[in-house]
């Protein structure tokens, strides 16, 4: 199971840590990733870290995001700091490439 959570409202400029529970994935041993899908809007690729912690980001979020894991309690992390209105979606964690299972998203909602 991977389940999101942490998302809100936010003001433009704020700040969210989403966080992401992994029961029966081991992150020690998949490449992560943090996925968003915005209203009306396909999929797209947020950031990813791999088993070695090679982190990427997409450039539309490059500079403003980080993305982490806690290994002991295998959870996924997304720091989204500086955030703008594009940014308002549902975010997933998900492996990369993705399983064709998508678990509980958090929306994310950025707006004065």
């Known amino acids: 199971q991977l389940q999101a959570s942490g998302g809100g409202l936010v003001q433009p400029g704020g700040s969210l840590r989403l966080s992401c529970a992994a029961s029966?994935?081991?992150?020690?041993?998949?490449?992560m990733a943090w996925y968003r899908q915005a209203p009306g809007k396909e999929r797209e690729l947020v950031a990813t870290?791999?088993?070695?912690?090679?982190?990427n980001y997409a450039d539309s979020v490059k500079g403003r995001v980080i993305i982490s894991k806690d290994y002991a309690k295998n959870t996924l992390y997304l720091q989204m700091n500086s955030l703008k209105p594009d940014d308002t979606a549902a975010y997933y964690c998900?492996?990369?490439?993705?399983?064709?299972?998508w678990g509980k998203g958090t929306l994310v909602t950025v707006s004065s």
């Open positions: 998900n492996l990369t490439p993705p399983l064709n299972y």
């Open positions: 870290i791999t088993v070695g912690d090679t982190t």
């Open positions: 029966g994935i081991r992150l020690n041993l998949n490449d």
